[in-house]
């Protein structure tokens, strides 16, 4: 653990990156605290700039609504989507990248026909279609998104479970009689989660984006607000009140940007290679 933690604390860019989405989880978790009124609420004038009144820091759109309330309370939805639907699509892509190269022969022939169908449509095209025919709601988003996201966890899986599977002490595991699934999960996967783990860093920031761009085209839940959402209402708005934009905008960037960050600082912590260097 002490090697994994000296690695990505030298990583300068991994640490200013968890910095900020420590900031964007905390602005999230207590939004209800710091903004009592719903974001959906006209609370003042309309198109203030910000910084020109104190009770609006960041302005306000044009029906009067606070842009600070709708980022913190956009943060809850961005953060929610994308790690809800990296979690179902990492345990999918485990699942099906596991059994296809464990097992082998016909069955990973099977599963991985079944992967490349759905790797042949393109991610956002699929996810917009799905959306609209199940209604938007974080329910079908989250499910859109888990759909187009697993097949690239699987195939890595898949290559990982062929690779391990052939090292001595799975052969040692099967030679001694331990049942196939005992080795799955105490021989194989334990020993495939680095690579899993940092993909699972950048699927979320995938996530997010994703969501982003639904909403901007109106295909979000609209009894929550989002930071898509903001930028797609403000658009009409852009010459007058380039702010309404930029705000939602630098928010998706930095959340992002976090998140690809950490995620570099992860692959550089799990490579043994790396670690050995830095020992």
Known sequence: MKPFLRQFVAHRGAVVGLVLLLVVILVAAFASVWFAQ???????????????SGEFPLG?????????AGL???????????????????CLGVLIGAVAGYKGGAIDDLLMRFTEFFQTIPQ?????????????????????ITIVSWPPVARLVRSEFLSLKQREFVQAAVVIGQRPMRIVFTQ??????SPIIVTASLMTATAILTESSLSFL????????????????????LREAAWMSLMPGLAILVTVLAINL???GLNDALNPQ???RGD
């Open 60 to 68: 306000t759109d044009m029906l009067g609504r606070d842009i600070g």
């Open 188 to 193: 194989i996967l334990p020993n495939a989660m």
């Open 262 to 264: 950490i995620g570099e």
């Open 218 to 237: 109106g295909l979000g839940d609209r009894n929550l607000m989002s930071w898509g959402y903001m930028i797609g209402a403000a658009r009409t708005m």
């Open 72 to 90: 913190a309370y956009g943060a809850r939805v961005s953060l929610l989507i994308g790690v809800t639907s990296t979690l179902v699509a990492v």
């Open 124 to 144: 956002f095209a699929m996810a917009l279609v799905l959306v609209a025919i199940f209604t938007p709601s974080i329910y079908s988003i989250v499910g859109a």
């Open 274 to 276: 790396l670690r050995k």
């Open 38 to 52: 719903s974001p959906w609420t006209m609370v003042g004038q309309p198109l203030l700039k910000p910084f020109e």
